[in-house]
């Protein structure tokens, strides 16, 4: 049934300029983008989007709350008081214009989000280029599945997160996922591997802890946190060993298996044992399940890749899925559980420091003078590579580093690792603009905050997980005062003296976007707004050729399997690369003896700044919490209620205890949703994809003193 959250308003099938406005739109949280409809303030699922077909998870049903939230932002803020917009902007680009004319255009920084559309990421990176002629922009998808994309462009050619329709993983005979909790993060994606088991398919789960979703596998390989790597590795050295290897296909549609093959020979199962916890038994299992498997995938998530060798952990899974035969065949495959609701989309169009619309490379010549040649502007203009998310973070208000940053669609404050630092470094900037629709941490601080549309409240294409375009379309009108972040950025370029190059309507980006990403990995030259509505989404790459048939000529319908016939790279071939375990960047040790390892519940999304505002789902997830083995618990006396203090090297934070078999003996585990956890964590960056390592860090923990029980908390309440 519906559930009514009293939105204000019809919701009117009309034509609002150049966009189509009516009720069929797509959830505002994780890279599913679960199909809903949104009338009157309803909430009903879509049954045409594959992805979720009928279903929707809590935030799903309850993502029309915030829509009227007391807590919305519909007033531009100028150090805490309220101004009108031309005061806020006025303002805004008066400063931007002095600090690069004092420091240079790098000492403006832009950072984006992995929620934001297609259009907004194209428009964001564009504007940081030719507006502010920074190189100085990055975004907070870097956090989310930077590892996975580095290694399957090292190995494919090509990163989309799944290569293939969501709906496979229902055919397959086994799935193996490493470090993805996808009941709670993306409960509708377990359609998916219930639709695999009720075949008779089986589940193997890697995770250190007993998530829900591994309460579900038919496997569960619960591993150290910071393993693994050695634990794919020896996987892999077993799927040699026992004559699992698909030397045809390897033959055929690899290179460099000879060089793997040697040098997993060392990772053999009983030191992988050691290392992992993991008793042999079990990987051989693991590896007989997908070996005997008619049609089997490997999926990782961000449990394998938040890591400072996260790019080589994901390389070892890939090499694990090559050497089996698996991707490139229909059913089968490797494939990235994407986590933000753009997170494929968002890295594809110039909102990544070393990236330009279509997946091309900045530093690369030719897609240079294709791009300026779309912007309008002369190759030479263009910037080059900046800096990294959390590296740009981190340069914020050094001597070196950017004086003034906008902001649109992240909360740093709680999502950075060692966030303390991150704050630190926000109150140094000389400006800091935030465009958001709440004030969130990191808005509180903003010398300007600048009130924006929302989800159901604008147009716009999303990119899901399967690399799916699909269109959200506008579900409500805005309140008065907010402005979408096109129209934001298009009044600051005005200012800035190239309004004219920044359109405010959706769709008109949309189509730059698409001569711009034309002929680039991501091409989307092919799809417009009328197919997508058409064809409940369009998979790319899909260029603007037509392909010949019987009957004539027709578009080119899209690729919902890129690899079927070769691979992404010059030669047709995927390239396998060995790669070898290393600790994790801060190992335990007496002072810090335990792993911290952090990640999502089922109620809260990202940083918590949409989903915390939300009763319902406060009510379900009210406080942070501390995970903890009831050895642990014993051993330091805690019960569960107790309140507790958690800390690393970087700082400490206070949490309930949570006492549960879940998790390991040796790990505590805390969900990121709210400000404290990531003072704790570990910046450390893998060195190719920079992506920083959120998931495991050297900790200590104590019961808090002075009435902090269990029992004095249930008497006070």
């Not at 079927?564 to 290393?582: E, K």
Request: glycine share 10%.
């Amino acid at each position: 049934m519906p559930i009514s959250l009293h939105a204000p308003g019809p919701v009117m099938s009309q034509v609002h300029g150049d966009t189509t406005v009516g009720s069929a739109t797509h959830c505002p949280y994780c890279a599913l983008q679960c199909g809903m409809h949104v009338a009157n303030g309803e909430i009903t699922p879509r049954e045409d989007i594959p992805a979720n077909a009928g279903g929707l998870c809590q935030k799903g049903w309850t993502a029309a709350e915030l829509l009227t939230s007391p807590e919305r932002i519909t007033t531009p803020l100028l150090h805490g008081k309220p101004v009108t917009w031309e005061e806020a902007l006025d303002y805004t680009a008066g400063r931007l214009r002095a600090i690069r004319a004092e420091h240079g255009p790098d000492a403006v920084a832009v950072f984006g989000g992995g929620g934001l559309t297609n259009e907004k990421a194209y428009q964001l990176g564009k504007f940081a280029r030719v507006a502010l002629r920074t190189s100085q922009i990055d975004y907070n998808g870097r956090f989310c599945m930077s590892s996975a994309a580095a290694a399957v462009n090292r190995a494919f050619g090509m990163d989309r997160g799944l290569p293939f329709p969501i709906t496979d993983i229902g055919r397959a005979d086994a799935v193996l996922l490493a470090g993805g909790n996808v009941a709670e993060t993306m409960p509708p994606f377990v359609r998916h591997l219930t639709a695999m088991r009720s075949r008779g398919g089986r589940l193997v789960m890697i995770d250190p802890r007993l998530t829900q979703t591994a309460r579900l596998a038919d496997l569960h390989l619960q591993a150290t946190p910071g393993t693994d790597l050695a634990l794919a590795l020896g996987l892999l050295h077993i799927a040699v060993a026992e004559g699992y290897a698909d030397l045809g296909y390897l033959t055929a549609r690899t290179t460099g298996f000879e060089a793997v093959r040697d040098s997993v020979s060392a990772w053999w199962p009983e030191r992988v044992e050691r290392l992992t916890g993991v008793p042999v038994a079990q990987m051989r299992e693991a590896v007989r399940i997908l070996g005997e498997a008619g049609r089997a995938m490997i999926l990782t998530g961000r449990g394998a890749e938040q890591h400072a060798k996260g790019t080589d952990t994901v390389t070892a899974f890939v090499n694990l899925a090559l050497t089996l035969g698996l991707p490139g065949r229909e059913g089968s495959g490797y494939g990235c559980v994407t986590g933000q609701g753009n997170g494929q989309g968002g890295r594809e169009h110039g909102q990544k420091a070393d990236q330009l619309p279509g997946y091309r490379k900045i530093d690369d010549p030719a897609a240079r003078a294709h791009v300026a040649a779309v912007w309008g502007v002369d190759p030479d203009d263009l910037p080059g590579p900046g800096r990294s998310a959390y590296e740009l973070l981190d340069a914020l208000g050094t001597p070196e580093g950017p004086r003034a940053l906008l902001l649109f669609g992240s909360n740093p404050v709680v999502s950075a690792p060692r966030a303390g630092h991150v704050t630190e470094r926000l109150a140094a900037l000389d400006l800091l603009v935030v465009a958001d629709f709440v004030l969130s941490e990191t808005a509180a601080m903003a010398d300007v905050v600048l009130p924006t549309t929302q989800w159901a409240e604008e147009s716009g294409t999303m990119t899901n997980l399967e690399g799916r375009v699909l269109l959200r379309r506008q579900a409500a009108a805005p309140p008065p005062g907010a402005r979408s972040d096109l129209r934001i950025l298009g009044g600051l370029a005005e200012r800035l003296g190239c309004g004219e190059k920044f359109p405010a309507d959706p769709r008109t980006v949309f189509d730059e976007l698409r001569r711009a990403s034309a002929g680039g990995v991501a091409d989307y030259s092919g799809i417009t707004y009328e197919r997508i509505a058409a064809e409940t989404g369009v998979f790319w790459p899909c260029p603007a050729t037509e392909i010949g048939t019987e009957a004539g000529t027709e578009p080119h319908p899209g690729t919902p399997r890129p690899f079927l016939d070769r691979f992404a790279t010059p030669d047709g071939r995927a390239r396998m690369v060995p790669v070898d375990h290393r600790p994790p960047a801060e190992d335990v040790d007496e002072e810090f003896p335990l792993y911290l390892t952090s990640g999502r519940v089922l109620a809260h999304y990202q940083s918590g700044a949409q989903t915390r505002r939300i009763r319902p789902l406060n009510q379900v997830a009210p406080e942070v919490f501390v995970e903890v083995h009831p050895e642990l618990a014993e051993r330091l006396s805690i019960a569960s209620g107790d309140l507790v203090r958690v800390r690393s090297r970087r700082g400490a934070a206070e949490a309930v205890a949570r006492v549960n078999t879940s998790i390991r003996p040796d790990t505590v585990f805390m969900p990121f949703h709210w400000e404290g956890v990531n003072l704790l964590t570990n910046p450390a960056l893998d060195p190719m994809s920079r992506m920083p390592e959120f998931k495991v860090c050297a900790a200590a923990l104590e019961r808090c003193t002075g009435g902090d029980s269990a029992e004095d908390r249930e008497r006070g309440a």
